[in-house]
Nanobody, 122 residues
Framework: QVQLVESGGGLVQPGGSLRLSCAASGFTLDDYTIGWFRQAPGKEREGVSCISSSSGSTYYADSVKGRFTISRDNAKNTVYLQMNSLKPEDTAVYYC???????????????WGKGTLITVSS
């Protein structure tokens, strides 16, 4: 059974850090392009970061560039999103998704996790 499970969300103060994990089962994550997306209440889904399966190249939204880092651990079949200097506007449900192409677009993703909530508040 193909499954993606996010973990690591929670409540954090502004300026704090969190690391999200996206663990895959039923397939080898290394073969897939993995994207992190988020959706805040009342807002559209936003692409946050992505790591390509073929080249390992990474993409970051301007809003998180310099603060977030995406990485893979192939041995653990897991992708991480390290989030530093968190801001209240980072509050959202964060989802990881996977597809076999090199696309980072949400409409190209084949598999989605159920999401993990991050709340940045003092």
């Amino acid at each position: 059974q193909v499954q993606l499970v996010e973990s690591g969300g929670g409540l954090v103060q502004p300026g704090g850090s969190l690391r999200l994990s996206c663990a895959a089962s039923g397939f080898t994550l290394d073969d897939y392009t993995i994207g992190w997306f988020r959706q805040a209440p009342g807002k559209e889904r936003e692409g946050v970061s992505c790591i390509s399966s073929s080249s390992g190249s990474t993409y970051y939204a301007d809003s998180v560039k310099g603060r977030f880092t995406i990485s893979r651990d192939n041995a653990k079949n897991t992708v991480y999103l390290q989030m530093n200097s968190l801001k209240p506007e980072d509050t959202a449900v964060y989802y990881c998704a996977a597809n076999l192409s090199s696309s980072c677009q949400y409409y190209d993703m084949d598999y989605w996790g159920k999401g993990t909530l991050i709340t940045v508040s003092s």
